[in-house]
């Protein structure tokens, strides 16, 4: 028996899922960016809790009380005006002198029309409701006017009694200050922080490139410093690099000696040979170790892969020039083009095994080579294209392969050790790169390089 969730759960889930999916791809990919974002976002959202309830509670309260007491001093005065008409002379030298109002009274006439309010204006709505709520007789209101203030008209008795107060008796017209300087010190802590985050994100960025450029084959000249967390990460590091290059060299110095003996061994079949009558024998025999020792070379140089060359300034186009004459002297047309800046720091030999790979497979293959390099957007890339048979898409994979050898789908009479595309994609690799293999123009085979640099 399966349980199922009910459809709006599923469409729950999937719609959760889809917004974290929509919010992740919006979100900054950067260590820095989203070390100000945690320090950003509860600084903007206190601000907003703070702002929120000191402009709808607080300045709203304080509004509502202010014009409370001025409409309660305009009820006092229409009260005792309507007592004692005689009294209005006395009455307005006490409302200018001791509760800041201007009052006077008009003949009896209508009120104005109303005036257009603002859309936001909290003084037109609390005092419409104490004017309302206290005196209850009809008024008019005008509040937009002249800004800093105020003209109430209330029909009375005997006329019209028309109130002009200043706006800062009924609004709280300074909470604006509250605000700027909260926004200054939120700025200046900002400022602080990212200042602080910028020196605790830099050790990082350090150890990133020192990592990078020491996957690259260029110097490193690293000091781990930093929060105590960013160090013990560039003491491991450090450690690390110590252990690869210890086991480079010892992996070197073996190959060396391998190399030294094995290349002492042949040397020595080909002398014994020398001194062997000629025959059909002595040609297979001689073919054998000049292919023994072809097949030597490839297996050290897929063991040494780039190891032990340090990277420095290369003309990619000079390099790619030696190629094309050494190509057309098998007798194999073929054309460079190069464009952008052709100085390329690179490990020069590695990246000429590289190439000469490439080109050597091109030229086993097919009749028409065409190198075309390009160094642009920080990437160094080359295309060597040819007119042969091509690899299936389908085998394109096991090309790089060690061991692997495809001649089947592309030529029987010529065979080889199954490591020349292997031992690229490992030197460009190296170089932080990647080969890929695709249809070429020429209609036979592209090999692309692309190498940041």
């Known amino acids: ?199 605790q994100i830099r050790p990082i960025l350090r150890l990133a490139r020192a990592a990078e450029d020491f996957g690259k084959g260029r110097d490193t000249n690293f000091a781990p410093h930093g929060a105590r967390e960013v160090r013990q990460a560039g003491h491991a590091f450090l450690e690390m690099r110590d252990r690869i290059e210890r086991t480079i060299d010892q992996r070197t110095a073996m190959l060396n000696g391998v190399s030294h003996d094995l290349r002492t061994i042949l040397t020595r079949f080909k002398l014994s040979l020398a001194m062997l009558p000629e025959g059909p024998e002595l040609e297979e025999l001689q073919g054998d170790v000049v292919e023994m020792q072809r ?36 007798g194999h047309p073929t054309s460079v083009k190069f464009s952008g800046d052709s100085i390329v720091r690179v490990r020069p030999h590695s990246l000429k095994r590289l190439l000469a790979n490439l080109v050597g497979n091109a030229q086993r293959y097919g009749k028409t080579i065409a190198i075309d390099g390009s160094n642009a957007d920080h990437f160094l890339t080359v295309h060597v294209d040819d007119d042969g048979p091509g690899i299936p898409a389908n085998k394109r994979d096991d090309a790089f392969r060690p061991f692997v050898r495809l001649d089947a789908s592309r030529n029987q009479d010529e065979g080889g050790t199954g490591l020349g595309l292997a031992i690229a994609r490992d030197i460009a690799r190296t170089h932080g790169g990647e080969i890929e293999l695709s249809d070429s123009p020429l209609g036979g085979l592209r090999a692309t390089i692309s190498i940041p640099v």
């Open 1 to 199: 028996m399966s349980l199922t969730l009910p459809s709006y759960v599923q469409r729950t889930g999937d719609a959760w899922r889809a917004g974290t999916r929509w919010l992740a791809a919006r979100m900054p990919k950067g260590l820095y960016a989203r070390s100000l974002l945690i320090v950003i976002l509860p600084v903007v959202l206190l601000q907003g809790v703070i702002v929120y309830f000191f402009m709808e509670r607080h300045w709203q309260q304080v509004t509502l009380r202010m014009s409370s007491s001025v409409v309660a001093e305009i009820a006092s005065i229409i009260d005792l005006y309507e007592a004692n008409p005689q009294t209005f002379e006395q009455l307005d030298r006490v409302a200018v002198k001791r509760l800041g109002l201007d009052i006077d009274l008009l003949p009896r006439q209508p009120l104005p029309p109303a005036v257009d309010k603002p859309f936001f204006s909290i003084l037109d709505t609390y005092l419409s409701r104490e004017l309302t709520r206290q005196i209850a007789r009809p008024f008019w209101i005008d509040t937009v006017g002249r800004s800093n203030l105020i003209e109430i008209r209330i029909q009375v008795e005997n006329g019209v009694l028309r109130i002009i107060t200043h706006r800062n008796q009924a609004y709280a017209s300074n909470s604006h200050i509250f605000i700027v300087w909260m926004v200054i010190a939120s700025l200046v802590l900002l400022a602080v922080a990212v200042a602080f985050l910028r020196n």
């Open 295 to 330: 097949m030597l070379e490839a297996y050290l140089d897929f063991a040494r892969g780039s190891a032990g060359e340090a990277a420095e300034d290369t003309d990619i186009r000079e390099l790619l020039e030696q190629l094309r004459l050494d190509a057309e002297r098998h």
